[in-house]
């Protein structure tokens, strides 16, 4: 009896191990969270290449068309929810919301918007034509703060910021262009046509190599 006792021990340990190490791992739950993810500078704990997939598993002819491929898939394969309050703020890793797909199955996975987001940016950055630069493709978001009030802060809406010759471009992965949705393509051009909520308080943007921003939350030596 004495030895199974420790046997189960043994196994409770490790499955709290376990649990606390898939947290950390695929999902952050809260701002408080979120923000020591990203105080190092960095967001790789969200922006990660997905298990599986080919560098160049979305390739057109061109890039944009490309990564008009890539977005659209998103669009087809996540249906909105979201996060539950409490704990407000849940994040997604790229990879974690991957394996929440079924290929072909519209709407299998669910998110929000950073999720549709998180997950968009890194089939960019490593599925796309090889891989698009990091200096070329992050995740932008809007914070809104309660001025005098010492609340954590909510996202306004997150989405994906694409770069190119040509100018910088604002990707809604969450619309989806025809066939998909029947909507507008996912990508559109500031200057011709501004996605709704996007850019009056664009204070946070990062991708798996650096994160800029997130005001007096994030602010600190390793911000870069």
């Keep these: 009896m004495k030895s199974r006792a420790i046997v189960l021990s043994v196994l409770t340990l490790l499955a709290l191990v376990s649990s606390v190490e898939h947290s950390v791992a695929y999902e952050a739950y809260g701002w408080s969270e979120i923000r020591m993810d990203l105080w190092d500078g960095a967001a790789e704990e969200y922006v990660?290449?997905?298990?599986?997939?080919?560098?160049n598993e979305f390739y057109a002819e061109t890039e944009w068309e490309a990564v008009m491929a890539a977005a659209n898939w998103v669009a087809y394969h996540m249906a909105y929810e979201s996060d539950p309050y409490p704990p407000?703020?849940?994040?997604?890793?790229?990879?974690?919301q991957y394996e929440e797909i079924a290929p072909g199955s519209q709407g299998s996975g669910t998110g929000d918007c950073e999720d549709f987001a998180i997950l968009l940016c890194a089939l960019l950055r490593f599925h796309t034509q090889g891989g698009i630069?990091?200096?070329?493709?992050?995740?932008?978001?809007g914070i809104i703060v309660v001025p005098d009030e010492d609340k954590?802060?909510?996202f306004g809406h997150a989405y994906v910021v694409y770069k190119t010759d040509r100018?910088?471009?604002?990707i809604e992965p969450q619309w989806g262009g025809f066939p998909y949705r029947g909507?507008?393509?996912?990508?559109l051009h500031w200057y011709y046509n501004k996605p709704p909520m996007t850019g009056e308080s664009a204070t946070l943007r990062f991708n798996d190599e650096w994160v800029k921003g997130g005001g007096p939350w994030l602010a600190g030596p390793r911000n870069k």
């Design 48 to 55: 990660k290449p997905i298990p599986g997939l080919k560098a």
């Design 88 to 96: 407000g703020e849940v994040w997604t890793s790229s990879d974690q």
């Design 133 to 141: 630069p990091a200096s070329r493709v992050w995740v932008q978001a």
């Design 152 to 154: 954590p802060p909510v």
């Design 167 to 170: 100018g910088i471009f604002y």
């Design 183 to 187: 909507s507008p393509p996912s990508i």
